[in-house]
């Protein structure tokens, strides 16, 4: 499937294009923004799920008459299983997987507000980022 800019004009049109002329089937939002999330349910077609990977620490309001219309699924998920963790703390008990070999980012809290869409919302290479409150 293609990657389609929501802000397009034809967006709706473009994403049934992906779809044989239908939306999607699966919505999963990973991106964590209020706007993608509430507008989440409008991308699916009528039996649909919408899974919120991403997180916000805030309400959601969603379109209720299409949210019942659709008969929608809403399902919210960690992105990881019990098993993920297990094997993760097995990797790290035996080192073969350290805590630095993923955090590649350091920011400051002070500077964050300035620094923060460049340097993590458009940053592709940042895997994990630890904010410092006191620097």
Avoid: C, W
């Amino acid at each position: 499937l293609a990657a389609i800019d929501p802000a397009r004009d034809d967006f709706y049109d473009a994403l049934r294009a992906q779809f044989n002329g239908r939306l999607a089937l699966k919505v999963l939002d990973a991106t964590g923004s209020p706007a993608a999330m509430n507008n989440a349910v409008n991308l699916m077609r009528h039996g649909g799920t919408v899974v919120y990977v991403g997180l916000h620490k805030g309400d959601l309001v969603i379109p209720d008459s299409e949210f019942h219309k659709k008969e929608t699924t809403l399902m919210g998920s960690r992105n990881a299983t019990r098993a993920d963790f297990d094997r993760v703390r097995d990797l790290m008990a035996s080192g073969q997987l350290r805590a630095a070999m993923m955090l590649n980012a350091h920011f400051a809290f002070s500077t964050l507000a300035e620094s923060f869409e460049p340097q993590v919302i458009n940053n592709r290479e940042l895997i994990k980022g630890v904010i410092h409150f006191n620097r």
